[in-house]
């Protein structure tokens, strides 16, 4: 059974930051491209950053480059989210996702899903 559950969301005042993890368990994590996508009320749901095998590449959305980092520990399983100078823009449902194929920007491609974390930003 392929399990991936997000961690890390949360309330936080605009300007802040908050930290994302998504524990990967039932796959061998490192043959996986992980990636982040969010989705906010009446919204469709949006590739947020991506990384591939052994971390050395990475994707971000126009929205987050420069504010976001993307990271992924493959002794730990565990791939993350560093969310700085958060915005009110960025309050959404925030879903890790694990791809066998590498950097896919369609979530309708990927293969496993968390169930997401909620992340609001206030201003």
């Known amino acids: 059974q392929v399990q991936l559950v997000e961690s890390g969301g949360g309330l936080v005042q605009a300007g802040g930051s908050l930290s994302l993890a998504c524990a990967a368990s039932?796959?061998?994590?490192?043959?996986?491209?992980m990636a982040w996508f969010r989705q906010a009320p009446g919204k469709e749901r949006e590739f947020v950053s991506g990384?591939?095998?052994?971390?050395?590449?990475?994707y971000y959305a126009d929205s987050v480059k420069g504010r976001f980092t993307i990271s992924r520990n493959n002794a730990e399983n565990t791939a993350y989210l560093q969310m700085n100078s958060l915005k009110p823009e960025d309050t959404a449902v925030y879903y890790c996702a694990a791809d066998l194929s590498w950097g896919r920007r369609n979530p309708d491609d990927y293969d496993y899903w968390g169930q997401g974390t909620q992340v609001t930003v206030s201003s």
């Open positions: 990384i591939g095998w052994t971390g050395a590449i990475t």
């Open positions: 039932g796959l061998i994590f490192r043959t996986y491209f």
